[in-house]
């Protein structure tokens, strides 16, 4: 397990000096995470979730990797009792809830404990859209309730949770899609559904949160483009798993960025030749049960999305939710093919897909033990690197300094990645504040010895360590 992996995280420091305010009272440090983002995200649920989880477990990271771990079988389950409900086969849903579980995209989701609020959103959205199944078919008004809140309280977690309700509209007009010029009368329930994406952006506007502002930004111009190739890349992630980042989407991004007219034509091409596909599957979006689970697939990839897929580049944690779209289709057109065969031959396209699902579980399984890996050697990097420092304080003779007196770093080579995990993202200033408690601290990262030693010319106060090749910390010059 990764140990003090989210200390690279902003919103970590920003509660942790939050929390050494102790004239505030908890209610209102946490209310103040409502209405004031400080230009940051907003995201007032999962700076509460910190603020409260700090205090029991300080850096121990178990507790917080325990959550992650519950959170993400939680989801599995959730997945496994949706598609019981739509197909209604429990060796099918199994089948989808262990693709679900498997899936090395999760990786970086389930690994790295910054991205627990993101997790607590699309949780909470597999549940609503599991109560609203079920509300829709028995009107039990205390289900509608709950899939609400569900989708309400997401909102507070991550940005993408205002989605979870065009989620379950989306999903209600698949399922009423024959009837919907007759019924639309009936649909005056939207407007509830809708409330909690006005009430998201009115809390977000007034609390002076970020918005769209450098690599959380839309290049209006790319849009189409980056649109489009990023739905592509979040599907090979789903597949293929992180492996297909560097091997595939990469280079063709690469290409289609320096090819815009190439890019054009592979668009278009691509929309003649969808629909086309549409066409040839008509027959089967007809059907009641296939096409209802193949609309609602394609809805679970691409709404959960939304927010994503107009940035410029895509990541392995942001396609969690949309990646149980891609199981419910695999999931789909394994059901449909072998109920729609012989029963004499169902046997032999059981064992068919036995051996696909066994080998698909398994190269997933591999490519989380190379995440695995990563993860754990970008977990010693950082225990080692917070280690390296108050041990060169011990061994030096060096008093620790009174608050109000400034520390200066400079650090040579921070390492922000090691393979598929993140080590110090964003620098190192955060995970020092939990060294120091000083809110004077300063913190350079540079990229040569040199120029760190140029600085020490200047100030012969400042401390200099570099990392090495193997992630390891040395000093390389100390105070004077």
Known sequence: MILLGFVGLPIVQRLSEGS???????????????????????????KMYFYLMYPLFELFPAPFHLVSLILHITSAILLFFLVLKWLGNKIFAFLAGIFFLVLSTHGEAVYWISVTGHMIAWTLTLLALLCYTYWKENKNVLLFGLAWIAIFISTFFHEFGFTGSILLIAYDLIVDRKNLRMIWKSKWYYIFLLLPIAIYFYMRTISNSLWFQGDYSYNLFKLPFNAIGNLVGYLLLSLLGPSAYNSIYTPLRTFTAENIFIASLLILSGGLSAVVLIKMMRKYLQKELTGTMILISCALFVIPLLPFVGLGNITTRYPYLASSGVVIFLITVFYHLFMNVKPKNRPIIAGIFFVIAILFIAFHIHSLQKVNNDWQKAGEITRTTLVEINKAYAQKGHQKKQKNQKEIFYFVNVPIRYGEAWVFPVGLQDALWFSFQNVDLEVHNVLSEEEALAELKRNPNIRIFKFLKDGSLVEIQQAK
């Open 20 to 46: 050494e305010v102790q004239c505030e009272s908890a209610v209102k440090t946490i209310t103040s995470y409502f209405l004031n983002s400080e230009g940051f995200f907003y995201r007032p649920g999962t």
